[in-house]
């Protein structure tokens, strides 16, 4: 009878404290370490590179990543759910030819936008076609849009580098902040990642993506439309990718056919980074979105000191490398070390 | 249990307080941070001069920079040297802003393409810094060093070519990068004169592209000789290409039978005209490019010159040069190699 008491007393207690408790349960370790990773890599860039500590850093750093973080987003989210996108690069190109073609013709921006999204619509839904439809594994249909839609590219715009895209749109998406650096496209980029958050961590349908990622079987069993959720995947991922080649080419003024190849495998190096699972069914955006920002800030620390590419390839390597490794070998450290603190307490009892 | 709730609530606590003490240090040096980038420390003393060559791993482009040094050294100035690894468009960009940030003084390109690049240079112009394009030119630069006036490096190929196959037969162009302005302009130049001239009556079948890619370039030039086995010359106006598609042919069927004229580096070349791959080939001296570029430089940020037609300034061993009209100088003529000379030239090395 005490005992129920004593153990009424002790759940109110745990009670005030439990917000907090449950909030840290909730919170992926692995991000948290990611995020202690990425201030430490600020405040070690700031104090030993001179120049890093700037409005400017902050400036040229995010318009440098605003591609690979929107790309990111929407990958992140077909990789949790077991599959992969490898056009994506080159559906920014296939945009920025037609944005090119269609400002080369003389037609407005306003047009050239919306048909460059209009092809990312369409590129998606083939690639969602191939893969929920006609049920090809999202590797290979990628690696084959991969290539068929940079050849699209080349047939639209050819071999012309297209330049002089109208003030008010360059000077938007260029500009930045004068008193922070923040370039002004940082807010819609903000409510993409929002968005994201949204669909994979408070709805409906971003459970069925874990589901999906950890079985098709199961995620079909549990009500879940693999068909309709896998094509909507590579429809937002094509997109996504339109709207990273409308900012890619107003950022750079100048739209080639091979606008942003070979952007994929950075994308997809930077998601396995932020803790998603190749094998589908594990990670986070928030993870996702750090991850970009630390590769970012590690590569422009790089860059800043004039270190060459090659030993920046290196390093990216070995953090991915390591981002799949380490945790296996926590995992391992951790059963050792729980094993033999009960064998100590199993001992200790007797 | 409570004891193992309240272990976790003391580690989270803990790591609650390292993570705001991270993101309150990294924030507050962020913000503590100059309002503008602050000149790097001794930039009074030496002038600092940086190079971004197209691309490196290019012995083309090593060889111009090796000029570069010793103008730079000549002159007292700080000679550094950035570049991608590839020759895509937005590849220079990180890299202009490197120099942007880290107050450069003098920046010397050559330009993947003429507007990619413009926004990030016209950033350092506006920080004061003084822009030369060299070997390919932009629209953003206060000097254009060219090696060769354009015309004449078009001439004298198809000199060459004549001279080998006469005016008639079937004939190829196999170019760097399909955006490449030095590039195109020669080919510009080449097909003009074509057109023009009745002697010149070939028919241009193809123009491919090895990206200044040696694998690439060398697939290329199979893929030529394959979809056009009548082809009786090949025009490559790049040393990558010209090296390629000369050991191609050196190995092959076609060996003799096919003419191949264009822009190598006679160490690369010297083999070719010794087996009779190549009868003659034409180019310039390309560390005079890069010794110019630093005389220039120098002459630009000391007030010297403004860039303006008609102003004269002195460049050390090569004498005194005349800037024409829109910012062009001409470094030199164009050389022409052949198995009488070619021996002369081991000097242009790499």
Partial sequence: MSNSKVEVVNENKLDKGSFFAKAWERVNKRDLFLLLALFGVIILNSISIPNFSSITTVGFLLMDVIPILLLALTTALIIISAEIDLSIASIVGLSAATIGSIIQRGDDMLIAAGAALLVGLIAGAFNGFLVAYVGLPSLAATIGTLALYRGLALVVIGDASVGNFPEEWTSFVQGRSELTGIPFVIPVVIVMIVWAIIVLHASPLGRGLYALGYSKEAAKFVGVNVEWTKFVLFVASGLMASIAGLYWVLRYGSARSDSAAGLELTVIAAVLLGGVSIFGGRGTIPGVVVSVMLIAVVTYGFRLQRISDVILVIITGLLLIASVVGPNIYQKIREKLDSSSRNKKASSVQ | ?350
């Fill in chain 2, 1 to 350: 249990m409570s004891r193992a709730s309240r272990q976790r609530k003391l580690s989270f606590k803990r790591a609650f307080s390292v993570i705001a003490l991270s993101a309150a240090v990294s924030l507050t040096l962020g913000a503590c941070a100059s309002g503008t980038p602050e000149a790097p420390e001794g930039s009074a003393d030496a002038l600092s001069i940086t190079y971004i060559p197209k691309n490196l791993n290019n012995p083309y482009t090593t060889v111009q920079l090796k000029g570069g040094k010793e103008g730079a050294a000549e002159l007292g100035m700080t000679y550094l040297e950035v570049g991608a690894l590839d020759a895509a468009a937005d590849s220079q960009v990180p890299f202009i802003q490197t120099e942007v940030q880290n107050g450069t003084k003098i920046i010397v390109i050559a330009a993947n393409d003429p507007t990619a690049v413009c926004p990030a240079l016209e950033e350092a112009r506006a920080g004061g810094a003084k822009v030369i394009t060299f070997d390919s030119d932009a629209e953003c630069r206060d000097l254009f060093i060219n090696q060769v006036d354009e015309k004449e490096v078009a001439l004298g190929q198809l000199r060459q070519l004549f001279d080998q196959i006469g005016g008639k037969g079937e004939i190829a162009i196999l170019s760097a990068t399909a955006n490449a302005p030095n590039q195109n302009s020669w080919i510009k130049a080449m097909r003009e004169e074509i057109a023009s001239n009745p002697d010149y009556e070939w028919d241009v079948v193809a123009e491919v592209y090895g990206d200044d890619d040696d694998a690439k370039s060398f697939q290329e030039a199979q893929g030529l000789m394959q979809a056009h086995p009548n082809l009786k010359g090949i025009i490559s106006p790049t040393t990558v290409g010209i090296a390629a598609t000369a050991r191609y042919l050196s190995t092959s069927e076609y060996k003799g039978k096919v003419a191949l004229v264009g822009l190598g580096l006679p160490p690369q070349m010297k083999e070719f005209i010794k087996d009779g791959t190549v009868t003659a080939f034409a180019l310039w001296d390309p560390s005079d490019v890069g010794y110019l570029a630093a005389h220039a430089g120098k002459a630009l940020a000391d007030g010297t010159i403004t860039g303006a037609a008609g102003e004269t300034f002195t460049a050390g061993r090569l004498g005194s040069y005349t800037i024409g009209e829109n910012g062009r100088i001409i470094v030199g003529p164009l050389l022409e190699f052949n198995a009488e000379n070619i021996d002369q030239y081991d000097y242009i090395t790499f």
